[in-house]
């Protein structure tokens, strides 16, 4: 899953800290949410789109995994 948080975050002028302590959670797990490395719960998705004033399916871009 690829994700837009950083470039959401910086539109707000956020740093990984700044956003980490809005949402609860430590700064390693928004590197790892950037990184495309973890899959959030659907609570901390729901958080992280409303800090960043998006939705969800704007900030974590699901792919096909479809080889058709």
């Known amino acids: 899953?690829?994700?837009r948080i950083k470039e959401f975050r910086a539109?707000?002028?956020?740093?990984?800290?700044d956003l980490a302590k809005k949402v609860g959670v430590r700064?390693?797990?928004?590197?790892f949410l950037e990184?495309?490395?973890y899959n959030p719960s659907l609570?901390?998705?729901y958080d992280i789109s409303k800090t960043l004033n998006s939705?969800?399916?704007?900030l974590f871009l699901f792919e096909d995994e479809d080889d058709d």
């Open 1 to 3: 899953m690829k994700t």
């Open 11 to 17: 539109k707000y002028d956020l740093t990984q800290e």
């Open 27 to 31: 700064r390693e797990t928004i590197v």
């Open 35 to 37: 990184k495309g490395k």
């Open 43 to 45: 609570r901390l998705a």
């Open 55 to 58: 939705k969800i399916e704007e």
